[in-house]
DNA sequence: CGAAGTATTGACTACCTTCAAAAATTGTGG
DNA sequence: CCACAATTTTTGAAGGTAGTCAATACTTCG
């Protein structure tokens, strides 16, 4: 059963446990202006980043074009492991970011010589994995309200503020982002964001702001049926 | 560029890493029968368990009765890692299997003494990210057909032996599985798989057997347009 | 051999996509 | 700070792919 409560999108324990890497392992900070690229598929894999703020997506490629938008990567966010020697996805700024760069050793997963770092990289990825099944979720099983409904509310979650109206929420990413993470097209999320302002569920300020005037709707729009 | 090549699908890199655990920690054999669970989502995740043969699926269900294939597991996989207490999936044996069974320290996720048990634990969890990954390109991408001819060929480069007319693959799963996997409907599957087989890409001895006759147009198919 | 479960096939429908155009927003230079 | 161009978002109309509902055929297993 699916019911995206602040628990299942809930990143404090990601943070918990990517503040624990900050002060073991000498980590300069890069400044990466929005739309660039950290790093592409196939790219050595010898850094690993973490977020400090702003955001970015990691993504993948068809030959003909298109693209899925595997995940966006929030403040504490890890972005970068790879098992061996290439990156798997592209990687670009959503924001402005800055970034915590950690260095691998050559070849190896892991870097520096603390133990418990590869413990940490290992949670990590763990709950990378789990945050992933609930995007297959999303995209096997659920209509484009659904998913919009779902995306909104795992962004409150993440990054949602209570503000006058409700819950307000910035939407960083173009509608290009949130169609190719979804599933859809540009047309859809634009028109499933207009149904949902209209029925008095959400208030759209401007296209990159969301206040969430009604929560328990919203909700149930992620889980209709 | 999405091409299922060998390499993209292959897991022989998964194998060798698997095998290393073999001998380092007690691990008794367990059996499950055809249909039967594993463990189902929420449950005390205390065990990992490795595919000796045979077939598992892990899933995720929506409150609706809406079922969300993650990933079938085949000899060599891990089953069960999680950061947390619970597991995040239901698990389920697709045909008869034989596991091996690893228990956890309590509430850690690394098992036994040995710390490089969690390095290939980690290794292991990032390839599963990466497998993962190629998954989301197919249920945000694809057409119906790609998926199916997708999914021939991954099963291919798994499992598939050659034989008298091609290489032949046993579908141990039901066309539900199937469905639930590619995010499409059962008759779905049932319908692309006959055009397959009219079209004379596949030879289909039964409903649980396929051989590539025309490996080359199941290819072009996976990555049409 | 018969029953239950599974897979295939058919007809119709609906949701989402595609193609196209208008409106709004953002960014830049004067 | 305003004006204008470029980009992005929204809206509209038409069409297609896959879903739903329903019936038949095929497998599997007791």
Redesign the interface.
């Known amino acids: 059963?699916?019911?995206p409560t602040m628990k299942s999108f809930s990143n404090t324990?990601e943070k918990a446990v990517a503040a624990r890497l900050e002060g073991r392992v000498p980590a300069p900070v890069k400044h990466v202006e929005a739309g660039q690229p950290l790093f592409h598929e196939g790219d050595m894999a010898n850094t690993v980043f973490q977020v400090i703020d702003g955001v970015v997506r990691t993504s993948?490629?068809?030959?003909?074009g298109?693209?899925?938008i595997?995940s966006f990567c929030y403040p504490g966010d890890l972005v970068g492991?790879?098992?061996?020697q290439s990156y798997?996805?592209e990687c670009e700024a959503v924001s402005d970011v800055h970034l915590r760069v950690f260095r691998k050793n050559a070849g190896n997963?892991?870097f520096g010589d603390d133990?418990e770092i590869?413990?940490l990289?290992?949670?990590?990825?763990?709950?990378?994995?789990?945050n992933?099944?609930?995007?297959?979720?999303m995209?096997?099983?659920?209509t484009a309200t659904e998913k919009v409904a779902s995306f909104l509310l795992s962004l409150a979650c993440r990054s949602g503020v209570p503000g006058q109206l409700g819950i307000s929420v910035s939407l960083p990413m173009k509608r290009a982002d949130i169609a190719?993470y979804?599933?859809v097209t540009i047309e859809t999320v634009s028109r499933t964001i207009t149904k949902l302002k209209t029925t008095g569920v959400i208030f759209l300020p401007d296209p990159h702001n969301v206040c969430i005037t009604d929560m328990e709707a919203l909700k149930s729009a992620a889980?209709k049926?």
Chains 1, 2 share one sequence.
Not at 121 to 130: D, Q, S
Not at 132 to 137: A, I
Not at 139 to 142: A, P, S, T, W
């Open positions: 059963m699916f019911v324990v993948k490629l068809l030959s003909n298109k693209r899925q595997i492991i790879s098992h061996d798997h996805t997963i892991r133990p590869v413990e990289l290992l949670h990590f990825a763990a709950m990378e994995v789990a992933m099944q609930e995007h297959f979720l995209l096997g099983c659920k190719d979804l599933g889980e049926n």
